[in-house]
């Protein structure tokens, strides 16, 4: 079974600062990661995703993420944040013959303050 | 292109009613799937869609649950008498079908059930 833990429910953060947003998995077989973002009132939009390759992942809107198979974690970074970010964020993992089977954290509410 | 969509955008019920709600995938899609997401929690898998047959069920939690796919494209979801606890924005998402490959899914914007 495969399970995420984001490690913060909500992260409150001023405009231009930098943010990370913490992610953790468990799995027994090799993964691929997501991040997703829900803004108020519509479904989820695909932020970035790791299949193989580079742990280096650029994604849209500036942010990025890191796989790191030792410490099963895939944080979501982006080093200067806008108002509009201000979103739920949503850590996912699907892995082995299941692969379309998405299982999403609890998300992390990053709220940009001016 | 259309995204996907859903209907309705709120369904407010009684306990013990029946629903229906409806997710149209973008077109060409062949996979569709629901995702359950209570408050406070991120989407829960349902069931998985390839064609007009359901791939996987393993979701679903009871059998007052059931979906369909008729023809391969539309999809509903179909709740029997039901609960309180199935208050929940039910999530529809659907993706090309790629040999061997992931495939990214689109999701709609949700359909906010409320069982009073």
């Known amino acids: 079974a495969q399970s995420v833990t984001q490690l913060d429910s909500q992260v409150p953060v001023f405009e231009e600062a930098p943010v990370e947003l913490r992610c953790n998995y468990s799995?027994?077989?090799?993964?691929?990661l997501f991040w997703y973002v829900q803004y108020p009132n519509q479904g989820l939009q695909l932020l970035l995703k790791?299949?193989?390759?580079?742990?280096l992942v650029k994604g849209i809107n500036g942010f990025e993420a890191e796989f790191n198979k030792s410490q099963t974690s895939f944080h979501l970074r982006k080093p200067s944040v806008h108002i509009s970010d201000t979103a739920e964020y949503f850590c996912?993992?699907?892995?082995?013959?299941?692969?379309?089977?998405?299982?999403f954290g609890k998300g992390t509410l990053l709220t940009v303050n001016p | 292109g259309a995204g996907v969509s859903q209907t309705p955008s709120n369904k407010v019920t009684e306990k013990g009613k029946y629903v229906e709600l409806r997710c149209d995938p973008i077109?060409?899609?062949?996979?569709l799937y629901w995702y359950r997401q209570s408050l406070g929690q991120g989407p829960e898998f349902l069931i998985y869609?390839?064609?007009?047959?359901?791939?996987?069920d393993s979701g679903l939690p009871n059998d007052r649950f059931f979906a369909v796919r008729p023809e391969g494209s539309v999809s509903t979801l179909k709740i029997q008498r039901t609960e309180r606890g199935d208050s929940a924005m039910y999530l529809c998402?659907?993706?090309?079908?790629?040999?061997?490959?992931?495939?990214?899914?689109?999701f709609g914007p949700g359909t906010r059930l409320t069982v009073l």
């Open positions: 998402a659907s993706s090309v079908s790629l040999a061997g490959g992931l495939n990214e899914q689109f």
């Open positions: 799995s027994s077989v090799s993964v691929y």
């Open positions: 790791y299949l193989s390759g580079s742990t």
């Open positions: 996912a993992v699907s892995s082995g013959g299941s692969n379309y089977k998405l299982t």
């Open positions: 077109s060409g899609h062949t996979a």
């Open positions: 869609f390839q064609g007009t047959g359901a791939a996987d």
